[in-house]
Nanobody, 126 residues
Framework: QVHLVESGGGSAQAGGSLTLSCQAS????????MAWFRQAPGKEREAVAS????????EFADTVKGRCTISRDPAKNTLFLQINNLLVSDTAIYYC???????????????????WGQGTQVTVSS
């Protein structure tokens, strides 16, 4: 059973940077995909970025493209998300997600993933 735990959320200033971590257990970084999603109050969950953990290819949502890096450290079973030039609109609960399927389905669609973390709050102030 895959277990995902996010950390690194908190408060930040607009224009700053933040790095989130997702500790994974029961998940093989030799295959599959992992992703970050976020959900702001009153809004639907939206994709941020995804990565195929064996080969490292990535996809990004237009809202963060150019400001965001997704990476993984298989030795530490950890997924990372770094967001630079933070915007107030980046305020949300950020969720880590995973699936053992490396291909098939939209990597930026929540329905592709069957394992989720509990989320970590990110609040960006101006």
């Amino acid at each position: 059973q895959v277990h995902l735990v996010e950390s690194g959320g908190g408060s930040a200033q607009a224009g700053g940077s933040l790095t989130l971590s997702c500790q994974a257990s029961g998940y093989s970084f030799n295959g599959g995909r992992m992703a970050w999603f976020r959900q702001a109050p009153g809004k639907e969950r939206e994709a941020v970025a995804s990565i195929r953990t064996s080969v490292g290819d990535t996809e990004f949502a237009d809202t963060v493209k150019g400001r965001c890096t997704i990476s993984r450290d298989p030795a530490k079973n950890t997924l990372f998300l770094q967001i630079n030039n933070l915007l107030v609109s980046d305020t949300a609960i950020y969720y880590c997600a995973g699936t053992n399927q490396a291909y098939g389905g939209d990597s930026l669609n929540p329905s592709t993933y069957d394992s989720w973390g509990q989320g970590t709050q990110v609040t960006v102030s101006s």
